[in-house]
């Protein structure tokens, strides 16, 4: 189990890991040159992701080790335990399969974002919520970046 833990651990770093290098010009400066500091906005979804990144691993690696035949079948079909987790399970279920997934991909062309679907993939090994927070993170750099002015050929004399 922990070998299935670690595998997941690495594929929800590396899936974040291509979301920030994918996005990269959003970080590295924009069109000005500068990237800006974090906004508080920005900083609170952070935060909000990080936390429940470190939450729902703490619960995850709890699962892991309490189940020996722990995978995603079993983990659910446990979401379905009574009928307020199954209210819960199926809510759950449908955001992060249909949902993210669509409006992810659909509002982040909208704004420019590059490779947006990645964010579903990275719910699929970390959570929904840390998804949600970094897709919501990098919509807001995008819409910074998108105000940003842009150089125009006329700022440099020609020679």
């Known amino acids: ?10 594929l929800g770093i590396a899936s974040t890991v291509v979301a920030f290098r994918v996005n990269w010009h959003l970080f590295s400066g ?17 935060a909000v992701g990080v936390c429940s990144v470190v939450i729902g691993w703490y619960f995850n690696v709890r699962y892991t080790h309490l189940y020996p035949n722990a995978s995603y079948i079993n983990y659910t079909k446990m979401l379905f335990n009574n ?9 759950y279920i449908i955001v992060n399969v249909v949902l993210l997934p ?14 947006a679907w990645i964010f ?13 927070a970094l897709f919501l993170a990098f919509m807001e750099r995008q819409f910074r ?13 020609q020679l």
């Open 83 to 91: 009928w307020a987790a199954d209210s819960a399970a199926q809510d």
């Open 1 to 10: 189990m922990t070998s299935q833990l670690l595998i997941f651990g690495i």
């Open 120 to 132: 579903f993939v990275i719910s699929l090994f970390t959570s929904l919520a840390f998804a949600v």
């Open 102 to 115: 669509l409006w992810t991909i659909v509002e982040g062309r909208r704004r420019g974002l590059r490779w």
């Open 30 to 46: 924009g069109r000005t040159g500068r990237a800006g500091p974090v906004s508080l906005l920005e900083g609170v979804y952070y």
């Open 145 to 157: 970046y998108s105000r940003e002015p842009v150089a125009s050929s006329t700022a440099y004399p």
